[in-house]
């Protein structure tokens, strides 16, 4: 499986921006599917997970509300609306696969998770 990450950019505080993470290989619907991101000096960190075939999701405390992911797996790609962009949500966000769905403090482990996409950049002006 690859994952290609796209749709960062520079936007203000309050703003909104659509990350995409386009997915190939034949097993890709059979992933869950999630976002981390890095900020600068900091571990990287969970954000949200879809599962992939009833579309469960689950998030972190810090985004939820504010971001939603989705997925559409005729194009195999997953998508994080982020709404109401806060300065610290500033980070290089990942794309990444899981074999199973995830709630709680399982979804925080990196080892967990198997492919990793390339990342996106995302800056939150204040």
């Known amino acids: 499986v690859q994952l290609q990450a796209s749709g960062g950019g520079l936007v203000k505080a309050g703003g909104s921006l659509t990350l995409s993470c386009a997915g190939s290989g034949r097993t890709f619907n059979s992933y869950a599917m999630g976002w981390f991101r890095q900020a600068p000096g900091k571990e990287r960190e969970f954000v949200a997970i879809?599962?992939?075939?009833?579309?469960?999701?689950y998030y972190a405390d810090s985004v939820k509300g504010r971001f939603t992911i989705s997925r559409d797996n005729a194009k195999n790609t997953v998508y994080l609306q982020m709404n109401s962009l806060k300065p610290e949500d500033t980070a290089v966000y990942y794309c990444?696969?899981?074999?199973?769905?995830?709630?709680?403090?399982?979804?925080?482990?990196?080892?967990?998770?198997?492919?990793w996409g390339q990342g996106t950049e995302v800056t939150v002006s204040s």
């Open positions: 990444t696969t899981r074999s199973d769905y995830c709630s709680g403090v399982g979804c925080y482990y990196l080892l967990e998770y198997r492919y």
């Open positions: 879809i599962s992939w075939r009833r579309g469960l999701t």
